[in-house]
């Protein structure tokens, strides 16, 4: 009856969440660190995380030997090396790779998984969320960027070099595609993140005179089109139903890879659920090859929202 | 000692090639049967074919105690069902799913797994080929059409439905793309085929008055625009640096899927190596996300091209 519960542990650029966690995803005790005050430090980082990892074990009333391991989703985290390698937004990775998962393993002593934000977000889904029983998915994760994880036959899938599942880095549009934070110009990032979708909004603002009460905000954000949305302003439903198109022209091109049951979708754009779904069906319906019309669902991320990352990065650790 | 040779069957639209193959990839024995001579009777294919393997199991001078199992290449061949389904240019199954591997396995007695053609390409490549000691990779078939095989961890990917892998038919143009013979528009196959290159020579030879050798040709076929190309003509060259471009850059967008360690290149079209490799490379490497910059080969099929096809359907027999 032991090794009954794991540790999560989601790596973010200011803080980082840790929880303890039993088989049916309940979070049974959970706390948070700064992940921004360690400088070029890594060992200072794992160390102050090692600590509150022990702290989380005792917390959640149990003992080393009821933890089968520790599963971390991180920035540019390698599930092959187990490095987080050159991810900008951590101060103590950004320059170097960090043997993340030994030098957290040598601290705590346990065994730890490690893979990126996308990639845990998906095996969170399949151990608990709406991929629960699904073999076969593929999680796109919309927020300030656009993450994919990729699973086919019940595994994630990694690679040749464990990078697989850049989705956000295909190529929406050919023709005078946006530049991408990446160097590349017309990936799916640049138009279908929140940082794309205020763009878009923007971009339509500038090009005509049309009224929208985004007009009269200084420094449209994603939720600002969201809220003009809500209250009908045409323009910014007309950015949603652009957005949601392209998501489903691209996902057309996605299903002729791997054939999923399903495309899963989370992350703060995912939110925009009600104005995205419909112009996403239709559009990935319409592109895609006549033997999958009206056979691939797309449905959302059914975790809530605080534990999610959590439950994702935990869910890694069963497989230890 | 028993089991140690296996059968490889391609069956194509008007022959099918049977083949008795050692686990080095020898073939010891091989024959030919018509397969447009049946009508829609797909029991009286079945029962040739099932004669044939047993009369080629004799040649090779082998017992069917010897015999692993019979591995078979078809056109719509689903792995999951062992159905051939729709196939529009086999008569016997153009209009139904045809139970294939249960009634082989009746007439024959052995084992039998099937698969499409180009997922029957990659087993082959795996086993004997370009691709030995490969886990990751993915085979694109330029042939009449575009066809692929996507292995991932050591395993052909067949997804939720057995149909996984279609990348001919990913949108390689957005704009006012050429419609396919699938009915999307500006698919792979549109333009990176044999038939796609004829049609991007033909469109060229139309649009402009540019001198050409191509102007003398009643009917162009691929061949002779690669004839054309081989003697310097600059349009003919023109269009091989056009598809390799084009296919450098989707090459990209699989890349950041599935992160193969190749990209494995086999069929007729394949054969205008000289044209398409450097075009390609250059482009692939243009369009790819940084950590996969000149990390990813591009290398050919190294199998005989006449027992290519024998040999790719009895890979699949080993795992029988």
Same mark, same amino acid.
Request: hydrophobic share 45%.
């Given at each position: 009856m032991s090794k009954q519960f794991v540790v999560g542990v989601d790596v973010g650029g200011q803080t980082s969440k840790i929880g303890v966690v039993d088989a049916r995803g309940e979070v049974l005790a959970q706390c948070v660190i700064r992940s921004d005050v360690y400088g070029k430090d890594a060992n200072a980082f794992i160390s102050a995380l090692g600590d509150a990892i022990k702290g989380c074990i005792k917390d959640a009333g149990k003992e080393f030997d009821d933890i089968r391991g520790i599963g971390v989703g991180a920035p540019n985290g390698n599930y092959y090396t187990g490095e987080v390698a050159f991810a900008p937004n951590l101060a103590w990775a950004a320059d170097s790779a960090v043997k993340f998962s030994e030098m957290l393993t040598a601290n705590v002593g346990l065994p730890v998984s490690l893979t990126n934000d996308a990639n845990a977000a998906a095996q969170g889904e399949m151990a608990y969320g709406a991929a629960r029983g699904m073999k076969n998915f593929i999680m796109i994760t919309l927020g300030t960027g656009v993450g994919s994880g990729i699973v086919i036959d019940g595994k994630v899938v990694y690679g040749h070099d464990g990078f /697989? %599942?850049? $989705? %956000?880095?295909? *190529? /929406?549009? +050919?023709?005078n595609g946006r530049p991408c934070g990446c160097g +590349? *110009? %017309?990936? $799916?990032e640049a138009y279908c993140s929140a940082i794309g979708v205020a763009r878009t909004a923007r971009e339509w603002l500038e090009a005509s005179n049309e009224p929208s009460a985004l007009r009269d905000v200084e420094k449209i954000s994603s939720k600002d089109v969201y809220e003009a949305a809500k209250a009908g302003d045409a323009l910014a439903l007309r950015v949603f139903q652009y957005t949601g198109n392209l998501l489903g022209r691209t996902f057309a091109d996605f299903i002729a890879f791997s054939a999923p049951e399903a495309i899963v979708l989370f992350g703060g $754009? #995912? +939110? #925009?659920k009600e104005f995205l779904y419909e112009p996403m069906m239709t559009a990935m319906n319409e592109n895609v090859l006549k033997i999958w019309k009206n056979k691939v669902k797309i449905v959302f991320s059914e975790l809530k929202e605080s534990d999610a990352a959590i439950l994702g990065a935990s869910a890694l650790a069963w497989e230890l």
């Open positions: /697989a %599942g850049e $989705l %956000g880095h295909v *190529t /929406a549009i +050919r023709q +590349r *110009t %017309g990936c $799916l $754009l #995912a +939110r #925009a």
